[in-house]
C-alpha cells in the first residue's frame, strides 16, 4: 500500500501551500474585519484553477480526482476558513452535481466557466422546515410546456450572492415522498428567482449565506439535473462525494493549529522555562497531533475509495463526523495552550475556534452522519 501522493499531486499542493502562506494568510485580518474577500485573491484562485479543482480535464478543469482534491483543501483549510468555503462550496456541492448527473449538454454548457471561476456554483437543499429532515421538502416544482414552474424558498445556502448556477432539488411529485424529489440547474437570472438577505453568522466570515425564494420561477425542462424523481438520490450521492473534501479542510485547520500551539509552547516562558516542558502542555500537543494524524489516514482512505468508484455512504459520514469532531477538539485545545491570547480575535486562533463551530452543524449534523452509519451498518447486518 503506496501512501505517497504523486508528483503532480505535490506540486499543486506545495504551490497552494505558497500561495496561502504568501497571500491569503496576510489578509486574514482584513477578511474578518471586513467579512468580503478581497477580489485580488479570488482573481489569484482563478488563474490558479483552484475554482476548477473538481471539474474534469476535458471541460477545462484540473481533473484530479478526489485524493488531489484533498490535498488540494488540505492546504487551503490552513488559512482562512470563511476564503476555503468559499472555494470548497464551489468545487464540493456546488459543482459536483453537474459534473456526475449532469448530461453531455449541460457539461459543455456550464462546467467550462466554473472551472475559471466565471460561474460559480452553489447547493441548494435546506429549507426552514427541512434541514436534516431533508425529505420534508416544500419547495415545489410543477412542469407547464417546456418549463417548471419552482416556488417555496431554501437558506443558508452558502455562496448565494457570489453564485450564477444553483443545484436545487424541489417536490414534483408530493405523493411519492422522496422519490417524487427531482434536482434542477438554476440560474441566478432566471425569471422568478431572488436572494435574500445576506445571514449574519459567528464565524466564516467573507464566506457569504442567504435565503433564496422562488417565485413562479421559470426553468427550462433541459435543466433537469439526472432522472425526475431522482433528486434525493443525487442529493446523498453529492454530499457524499463531498465530505471527504470537508474532512480534509479540517485536516488542515488542524495541522495549523497544532504547529502554532507548537511554536507558542517552545516560545511561552513562564517560571523560567518555556511551558513546553510541562507535562499537560506535552499532552495537549500529544492529543492533538495523535486526532490530527488519525483525521489524515482516514480522510485520504475514504478519498481513495471516492477515486475507486467504491460505494461510501457509511465511510463518508464518518469522516465527516470525525473531521468535524476532531477539529472542534484541536481549536479548544489550542485556545486552552494559548490562555488569555488565544481569546483574542486579533489572534488567529480564536478566528478558527469560531469557524470549527460550523463543521458539526453544515453539510449534515454530527446526529445526522450517526444515523447514517448506523443505518448502513443496520444495512450490513441484515445481509
Not at 236 to 253: E, P, T, V
Request: overall charge negative.
Amino acid at each position: 500500500m503506496n501512501f505517497q501522493l504523486p508528483d503532480d499531486i505535490l506540486s499543486l499542493k506545495y504551490g497552494i501551500r505558497e500561495f496561502v502562506d504568501h497571500e491569503v494568510e496576510p489578509h486574514a485580518m482584513e477578511i474578518e474585519e471586513t467579512d468580503e474577500i478581497p477580489e485580488r485573491i479570488l482573481e489569484m484562485s482563478k488563474k490558479m484553477g483552484l475554482f476548477g479543482l473538481s471539474i474534469p480535464e476535458e471541460y477545462d478543469g484540473l481533473g484530479i480526482g478526489m485524493v488531489g482534491k484533498c490535498a488540494a483543501y488540505e492546504e487551503l483549510g490552513r488559512t482562512h476558513n470563511g476564503y476555503t468555503t468559499v472555494i470548497g462550496g464551489h468545487t464540493g456541492i456546488g459543482s459536483v452535481g453537474v459534473v456526475e448527473m449532469g448530461n453531455e449538454q449541460q457539461k459543455r454548457k456550464y462546467l467550462p466557466d466554473m472551472a475559471k471561476g466565471n460561474r460559480i456554483g452553489a447547493f441548494a437543499l435546506t429549507e426552514p422546515s427541512a434541514g436534516s429532515h431533508a425529505t420534508n421538502l416544500k419547495t415545489t416544482a410543477v412542469q407547464k410546456g417546456d418549463k417548471y414552474i419552482l416556488n417555496g424558498s431554501k437558506h443558508y445556502i452558502t455562496n448565494a450572492f457570489l453564485a450564477d448556477v444553483f443545484t436545487v432539488m424541489a417536490v414534483t411529485d408530493p405523493s411519492k415522498g422522496a422519490k417524487g424529489i427531482t434536482s434542477f440547474i438554476v440560474e441566478k437570472d432566471f425569471p422568478g428567482f431572488k436572494i435574500g438577505k445576506k445571514e449574519k453568522k459567528m464565524g466564516l466570515h467573507g464566506s457569504h449565506s442567504a435565503e433564496i425564494f422562488f417565485e413562479d420561477c421559470e426553468v427550462p425542462v433541459e435543466n433537469v439535473l439526472g432522472e425526475e424523481g431522482q433528486g434525493y438520490v443525487n442529493a446523498l450521492k453529492i454530499l457524499a462525494n463531498g465530505r471527504a473534501g470537508l474532512a480534509a479542510r479540517n485536516l488542515g485547520s488542524c495541522d495549523k493549529l497544532l504547529e502554532m500551539s507548537l511554536d507558542y509552547t517552545h516560545t511561552r516562558i513562564q517560571f523560567g522555562k518555556p511551558i513546553f516542558e510541562q507535562q499537560i502542555i506535552q499532552h495537549y500537543l500529544a492529543e492533538m497531533a495523535m486526532e490530527t494524524e488519525s483525521l489524515r489516514a482516514m480522510t485520504y482512505r475514504v478519498a481513495w475509495m471516492v477515486d475507486q468508484n467504491m460505494k461510501v455512504i457509511k465511510e463518508a459520514a464518518m469522516v465527516k463526523l470525525l473531521g468535524s469532531e476532531i477539529y472542534n477538539r484541536v481549536a479548544d485545545k489550542a485556545v486552552q495552550i494559548h490562555g488569555g491570547l488565544g481569546y483574542i480575535a486579533e489572534y488567529p486562533i480564536e478566528r478558527f475556534y469560531r469557524d470549527a463551530r460550523i463543521t458539526r452543524i453544515y453539510e449534515g449534523t454530527s446526529e445526522i452522519q450517526k444515523n447514517i452509519i448506523a443505518a448502513q451498518l443496520h444495512a450490513q447486518y441484515k445481509k
